[in-house]
């Protein structure tokens, strides 16, 4: 156990392990078996503001890399020319009919392991191995949802290539994340007239809102991993969340740079005249940014744009960002005239993304041709299951609520022909018998999904983002929102855009960035030359350590009740650090003061534990647990003043330090500095969200 010294008549004790242990005053028991200690000598009730001044941006360029669940890609900015956002080059590969914006995020490894590719290359390569061979290869797709959907997510985690064999997610993450650095450092340096440094790179990598701390923790250590900046520099990678830069960037866009699907009524998939389909404006944007894509250079707004010169103080509205795996809301306020953003409900979403209509198709699949037979051939010809894939996607991306036509899916012949060898019929037959009448087999090879099939692979997954946006809307803190703001690759489904302007177009603009699958990752080239545009954020979760008070009857449960030293104290009281959904500053901070619990002692460890909600009193309460642990590593403490030196029981001196922590929560990340107060200097301090 840890203790918790504070000058009011409560003492209070945290929970921790052998490796440190507090030191005990006299009006507070001494720690029971090998329990490791802390001692809070001045705690903060709540966090206190120190404002942090603007200062230029130290960095000569800022790198931004949004890493998506099913595309990928990087773009940049010098700090001298911060309203130019340069767009990285363009891809190679590619399907027929699909704006090649990004990279798909895929990644192909060697039989031993090693890099091979990654994007359009990897997955070109991976299709010409012969099959036999390809089992050997490790290819990995859509592999950023195994961080969103693992509990326990550490630095061992595994994650499974598409053949069976199984890797190290870190290794994975940081093998793409080292791919993006090769280019875009070459990148840069093409374009740029000085000789840049390793340490004029500012990095930004964005990750989804509602990924909790261990999931960014585990960017940042495959950032490091990589190669993108030191650990002994984490102040050169930020986290971004991608909602948030996608609303940083859309403070910047002008009237001609959004579609706005309030004013395009609709009727049935066309407009009420009946004279265009619902999605032909955001097709002819898109066209013409395809057109005029050689520049890659796009000119931002040094203010705010026209769009905003239409909204108040105070006005609020929501960013969905719809990507492949996830989709996430934040509810933002617009701070005038400064143009900085509060945020006014924690971030919340979940796994939505356009991958739900994929597993909705691959489940229409099972329901044809059998489970059994599908993961059969994923593992006997996983090359072709990918092709499989691919061929959905660029079909999926062309589904809309006007079209009348069938959607034709083209089988691999190795899958048609496996089936017949391996069930002893032809596909056509199992179609045939499955009853399923909205699918039907065409005799050049390809399967015909009629709009009823289309809307039923999309209906379950749209049908989530809509409630979840409604359940938001209802919250005290965000009625009245003005505008919706749907951004990421999955919001340029017609589909989606229909649904959702027939569900939410009365009660706010919708609003879509014509650009709108680089939304967040301009975003975060900004975010990058200014983190401190977002200047109040919410807590997502109650964060706190456990602690010993004061026993007092008839109050605390008396299995609480711990007899020390003749006096009674109520164990595994929850000491908040911050709240569930609290507003939290930019340069707010909470402090502690611990002291070591013995001489020579060279490290303090701090366990500490969130719960979803408020309403916790313990930390052994339902829906607490421990979640993460900070270290305080203390330095030879060298002489000590006769006034921080006391004496123990047995009357020999006891040195009496005071170690003051600090820790942020109004960053994107949470973060801990130290001091030794002592003699002034900084104490290395470190919080762990993985080793849990």
């Given at each position: 156990?840890?203790?918790?010294?504070?000058?009011?008549?409560?003492?209070?004790?945290?929970?921790?392990?052998?490796?440190?242990?507090?030191?005990?005053?006299?009006?507070?028991?001494?720690?029971?078996?090998?329990?490791?200690?802390?001692?809070?000598?001045?705690?903060?009730?709540?966090?206190?503001?120190?404002?942090?001044?603007?200062?230029?941006?130290?960095?000569?360029?800022?790198?931004?890399?949004?890493?998506?669940?099913?595309?990928?890609?990087?773009?940049?900015?010098?700090?001298?020319?911060?309203?130019?956002?340069?767009?990285?080059?363009?891809?190679?590969?590619?399907?027929?009919?699909?704006?090649?914006?990004?990279?798909?995020?895929?990644?192909?490894?060697?039989?031993?392991?090693?890099?091979?590719?990654?994007?359009?290359?990897?997955?070109?390569?991976?299709?010409?191995?012969?099959?036999?061979?390809a089992r050997l290869w490790l290819y990995?797709?859509?592999?950023?949802?195994?961080?969103?959907?693992?509990?326990?997510?550490?630095?061992?985690?595994?994650?499974?290539?598409?053949?069976?064999?199984?890797?190290?997610?870190?290794?994975?993450?940081?093998?793409?994340?080292?791919?993006?650095?090769?280019?875009?450092?070459?990148?840069?340096?093409?374009?740029?007239?000085?000789?840049?440094?390793?340490?004029?790179?500012?990095?930004?990598?964005?990750?989804?809102?509602?990924?909790?701390?261990?999931?960014?923790?585990?960017?940042?250590?495959?950032?490091?991993?990589?190669?993108?900046?030191?650990?002994?520099?984490?102040?050169?990678?930020?986290?971004?969340?991608?909602?948030?830069?996608?609303?940083?960037?859309?403070?910047?866009?002008?009237?001609?740079?959004?579609?706005?699907?309030?004013?395009?009524?609709?009727?049935?998939?066309?407009?009420?005249?009946?004279?265009?389909?619902?999605?032909?404006?955001?097709?002819?944007?898109?066209?013409?940014?395809?057109?005029?894509?050689?520049?890659?250079?796009?000119?931002?707004?040094?203010?705010?744009?026209?769009?905003?010169?239409?909204?108040?103080?105070?006005?609020?509205?929501?960013?969905?960002?719809?990507?492949?795996?996830?989709?996430?809301?934040?509810?933002?306020?617009?701070?005038?005239?400064?143009?900085?953003?509060?945020?006014?409900?924690?971030?919340?979403?979940?796994?939505?993304?356009?991958?739900?209509?994929?597993?909705?198709?691959?489940?229409?699949?099972?329901?044809?041709?059998?489970?059994?037979?599908?993961?059969?051939?994923?593992?006997?010809?996983?090359?072709?299951?990918?092709?499989?894939?691919?061929?959905?996607?660029?079909?999926?991306?062309?589904?809309?609520?006007?079209?009348?036509?069938?959607?034709?899916?083209?089988?691999?012949?190795?899958?048609?022909?496996?089936?017949?060898?391996?069930?002893?019929?032809?596909?056509?037959?199992?179609?045939?018998?499955?009853?399923?009448?909205?699918?039907?087999?065409?005799?050049q090879g390809m399967l015909r999904l009629?709009?009823?099939?289309?809307?039923?692979?999309?209906?379950?997954?749209?049908?989530?983002?809509?409630?979840?946006?409604?359940?938001?809307?209802?919250?005290?803190?965000?009625?009245?929102?003005?505008?919706?703001?749907?951004?990421?690759?999955?919001?340029?489904?017609?589909?989606?855009?229909?649904?959702?302007?027939?569900?939410?177009?009365?009660?706010?603009?919708?609003?879509?960035?014509?650009?709108?699958?680089?939304?967040?990752?301009?975003?975060?080239?900004?975010?990058?030359?200014?983190?401190?545009?977002?200047?109040?954020?919410?807590?997502?979760?109650?964060?706190?350590?456990?602690?010993?008070n004061r026993f007092v009857e008839g109050?605390?449960?008396?299995?609480?009740?711990?007899?020390?030293?003749?006096?009674?104290?109520?164990?595994?009281?929850?000491?908040?650090?911050?709240?569930?959904?609290?507003?939290?500053?930019?340069?707010?901070?909470?402090?502690?003061?611990?002291?070591?619990?013995?001489?020579?002692?060279?490290?303090?460890?701090?366990?500490?534990?969130?719960?979803?909600?408020?309403?916790?009193?313990?930390?052994?309460?339902?829906?607490?647990?421990?979640?993460?642990?900070?270290?305080?590593?203390?330095?030879?403490?060298?002489?000590?003043?006769?006034?921080?030196?006391?004496?123990?029981?047995?009357?020999?001196?006891?040195?009496?330090?005071?170690?003051?922590?600090?820790?942020?929560?109004?960053?994107?990340?949470?973060?801990?500095?130290?001091?030794?107060?002592?003699?002034?200097?900084?104490?290395?301090?470190?919080?762990?969200?993985?080793?849990?």
């Amino acid at each position: 156990m840890a203790e918790i010294l504070q000058p009011s008549t409560n003492s209070l004790q945290v929970p921790g392990n052998d490796r440190s242990v507090s030191t005990s005053p006299s009006s507070s028991p001494s720690p029971s078996r090998n329990d490791c200690s802390i001692a809070p000598l001045t705690p903060s009730p709540s966090p206190r503001t120190e404002l942090r001044p603007r200062v230029a941006c130290p960095f000569s360029v800022v790198v931004a890399i949004d890493f998506g669940t099913t595309s990928s890609g990087y773009a940049f900015s010098f700090t001298e020319d911060p309203d130019a956002i340069h767009m990285m080059r363009r891809w190679e590969g590619g399907d027929p009919g699909v704006a090649n914006q990004k990279s798909p995020t895929c990644l192909l490894l060697t039989p031993d392991l090693r890099f091979h590719s990654f994007g359009f290359a990897a997955r070109d390569s991976y299709h010409d191995l012969d099959p036999e061979e390809a089992r050997l290869w490790l290819y990995f797709d859509k592999f950023k949802m195994k961080i969103h959907s693992t509990s326990d997510l550490t630095m061992v985690t595994e994650l499974e290539s598409v053949s069976g064999r199984r890797v190290r997610a870190i290794e994975v993450f940081a093998h793409a994340l080292r791919f993006f650095r090769k280019h875009a450092l070459k990148e840069v340096k093409d374009q740029s007239s000085s000789v840049l440094e390793g340490n004029d790179v500012r990095w930004v990598i964005t990750v989804p809102a509602v990924w909790r701390q261990p999931a960014k923790q585990f960017m940042r250590e495959a950032a490091y991993l990589a190669g993108l900046v030191s650990p002994d520099s984490p102040e050169q990678l930020l986290i971004a969340l991608e909602p948030e830069a996608a609303s940083i960037y859309c403070r910047k866009l002008r009237l001609h740079q959004v579609i706005d699907l309030s004013q395009r009524p609709i009727t049935n998939g066309l407009d009420l005249d009946g004279s265009r389909p619902f999605d032909s404006s955001f097709r002819q944007a898109r066209e013409q940014l395809r057109r005029a894509r050689h520049s890659r250079t796009f000119l931002v707004e040094s203010g705010t744009g026209e769009l905003w010169s239409e909204m108040q103080t105070g006005d609020k509205y929501i960013v969905a960002d719809c990507g492949g795996g996830t989709v996430d809301l934040t509810v933002h306020q617009i701070e005038q005239p400064q143009g900085t953003l509060k945020e006014l409900y924690k971030a919340s979403g979940g796994p939505y993304g356009a991958v739900g209509v994929d597993l909705a198709f691959e489940a229409m699949l099972c329901q044809i041709f059998g489970a059994d037979f599908i993961e059969t051939f994923k593992v006997k010809r996983p090359a072709a299951w990918v092709d499989l894939t691919i061929a959905f996607e660029a079909r999926k991306r062309t589904a809309s609520p006007g079209r009348a036509s069938a959607l034709n899916i083209s089988l691999p012949f190795s899958f048609i022909d496996f089936y017949k060898r391996h069930c002893g019929q032809s596909v056509e037959t199992a179609l045939r018998k499955s009853n399923m009448n909205i699918v039907k087999w065409s005799s050049q090879g390809m399967l015909r999904l009629t709009t009823e099939a289309m809307n039923e692979l999309f209906q379950p997954t749209i049908s989530n983002i809509i409630k979840h946006i409604e359940n938001l809307m209802q919250k005290e803190e965000v009625k009245g929102v003005r505008f919706l703001f749907l951004v990421g690759g999955f919001a340029e489904s017609p589909m989606l855009q229909r649904a959702v302007q027939n569900a939410l177009g009365q009660h706010c603009r919708i609003i879509i960035p014509q650009d709108v699958g680089l939304t967040i990752l301009k975003g975060a080239v900004l975010f990058g030359l200014d983190p401190t545009v977002v200047r109040v954020r919410r807590c997502p979760l109650t964060y706190g350590v456990g602690v010993l008070n004061r026993f007092v009857e008839g109050h605390h449960p008396r299995d609480k009740l711990l007899i020390k030293d003749g006096r009674e104290w109520c164990t595994d009281i929850l000491d908040r650090f911050v709240s569930v959904d609290q507003s939290v500053a930019l340069g707010e901070v909470v402090r502690r003061s611990y002291t070591p619990a013995r001489v020579g002692q060279r490290k303090i460890i701090i366990n500490i534990y969130c719960s979803s909600t408020d309403d916790v009193v313990y930390i052994t309460d339902p829906g607490v647990r421990k979640c993460g642990a900070i270290t305080l590593d203390l330095p030879e403490p060298g002489a000590v003043a006769a006034s921080s030196s006391s004496t123990n029981g047995n009357g020999a001196a006891f040195e009496r330090r005071e170690i003051r922590a600090t820790m942020q929560f109004g960053d994107t990340e949470i973060k801990v500095t130290a001091v030794d107060v002592l003699t002034g200097r900084q104490v290395r301090a470190s919080i762990d969200f993985l080793s849990n």
